[in-house]
């Protein structure tokens, strides 16, 4: 079945050091895929998605490109901020009998001290 | 203005009691789910509705019924609670439930506690 495979965390990184949160996935078809970011005690907030094959999604310093030979997803920032501490989540988007269905992967905690 | 909020945010109960989680959204959008995150943050999606009609069911006890009075709501009702309950629920929304390119918009969550 569909599936988003994350690297495990907690990431631990000092103010200003590049991230690289890995994500892969399976899925039948040509699945989106998105970056979701969730703050201590807030809901999930799109952080950025790409629809299509090469396609690169960015926002805030994140960026990430579909790679569909590598099945990958993988997020990246040039240089984090405490302020970027979070739980960032990988997932998916397939159509179901013809209705979306996010699958999100389990999540990698970020925490960047200063 | 908040474009997903759920009441309670907090909810705290014993085994066996019935609960209600209320949602609505101010979007506009015509699709509305609840997903459940475990203690490990795992996001699992429960249902799915579309302007006010089940879409989603996957394999979530009947004890948790949920109910879309119009397409801007979608409560939560969950009887007979057990310990295994206790998470944080997301209610979520998204514009075109039959694009697979939307992104889905989450409430703050509601976490609820079984004592």
């Known amino acids: 079945g569909d599936s988003v495979t994350q690297m495990e965390g907690p990431v631990t990184l000092s103010e200003e050091a590049f991230l690289t949160i890995n994500c892969t996935y399976t899925a039948t078809g040509y699945p989106s895929l998105f970056w979701y970011v969730q703050y201590p005690g807030e809901g999930l907030q799109l952080l950025l998605k790409?629809?299509?094959?090469?396609d690169k999604g960015s926002n805030k310093g994140f960026e990430a490109t579909y790679r569909k030979e590598t099945t990958s997803f993988h997020l990246e920032k040039g240089s984090v901020q405490v302020s970027d501490s979070a739980v960032y989540f990988c997932?998916?988007?397939?159509?179901?009998?013809?209705?979306?269905?996010?699958?999100f992967g389990t999540g990698t905690r970020l925490l960047v001290s200063p | 203005d908040t474009a997903v909020s759920q009441t309670p945010k907090y909810l705290v109960t014993q085994m066996g009691n019935d609960k209600s989680i209320k949602c609505e959204q101010n979007l506009g959008h015509d699709t509305m789910y609840w997903y459940k995150q475990d203690s490990k943050k795992f996001l699992k999606i429960m249902f799915s509705?579309?302007?006010?009609?089940?879409?989603i069911n996957e394999t979530v006890p009947n004890r948790f019924s949920p109910k879309s009075p119009d397409k801007a709501h979608l409560n939560l009702h969950i009887n007979s609670l057990e310990l295994g309950d206790s998470a944080v629920y997301f209610c979520?929304?998204?514009?075109?439930?039959?694009?697979?390119?939307?992104?889905?918009?989450f409430g703050d969550g509601t976490r609820l506690s079984i004592l």
């Open positions: 790409a629809t299509k094959a090469d």
């Open positions: 509705y579309n302007n006010k009609e089940l879409i």
């Open positions: 997932a998916l988007s397939v159509l179901n009998t013809g209705f979306q269905k996010l699958v």
């Open positions: 979520a929304s998204s514009q075109d439930h039959r694009s697979g390119n939307q992104p889905q918009h």
